[in-house]
Nanobody
Framework: QVQLVESGGGLVQAGGSLRLSCAASGRTFSINAMGWHRQAPGKQRELVAGISISGTTNYANSVKGRFTISRDNAKNTVYLQMNSLKPEDTAVYYC??????????WGQGTQVTVSS
C-alpha cells in the first residue's frame, strides 16, 4: 500500500502562484510515474501533468508554459508549481502515482481557487 498526502492548495488571485506538494509513504520502493489531475465542479477529472521515474514530463495544453511538475525521489514527493493562475484553473487537485506492479493510488485532493 502507498499513501499520498497533498498540501499547498488555497485561494489566490488571478495571475498569482501556488505550489502543491504530494508526499508518498508506505511501499514507496515500488513507485514509478507520478502526476497531478484536477476536477472542477460539473466536469470530469482531467490530467494536468505527469512525470516519469526518470523525469520525463508531460502537460495538458491548457497549463503548458504556466505549470511545472517536478519530483524528489529521495523524499518520494511530487510537486506542481503553478504560475499565472487563471480562474479556470479552479478545481480540486489530486496527485496520483503508478507502481511498478501497475497499481494506481490517489491522494485525497486539495482545493485550488483562483479569484478574478
Amino acid at each position: 500500500q502507498v499513501q499520498l498526502v497533498e498540501s499547498g492548495g488555497g485561494l489566490v488571485q488571478a495571475g498569482g502562484s501556488l505550489r502543491l506538494s504530494c508526499a508518498a509513504s508506505g511501499r514507496t520502493f515500488s513507485i514509478n510515474a507520478m502526476g497531478w489531475h484536477r476536477q472542477a465542479p460539473g466536469k470530469q477529472r482531467e490530467l494536468v501533468a505527469g512525470i516519469s521515474i526518470s523525469g520525463t514530463t508531460n502537460y495538458a495544453n491548457s497549463v503548458k508554459g504556466r505549470f511545472t511538475i517536478s519530483r524528489d525521489n529521495a523524499k518520494n514527493t511530487v510537486y506542481l508549481q503553478m504560475n499565472s493562475l487563471k480562474p479556470e484553473d479552479t478545481a480540486v487537485y489530486y496527485c496520483n502515482l503508478f507502481t511498478n506492479g501497475g497499481r494506481t493510488y490517489w491522494g485525497q485532493g486539495t482545493q485550488v481557487t483562483v479569484s478574478s
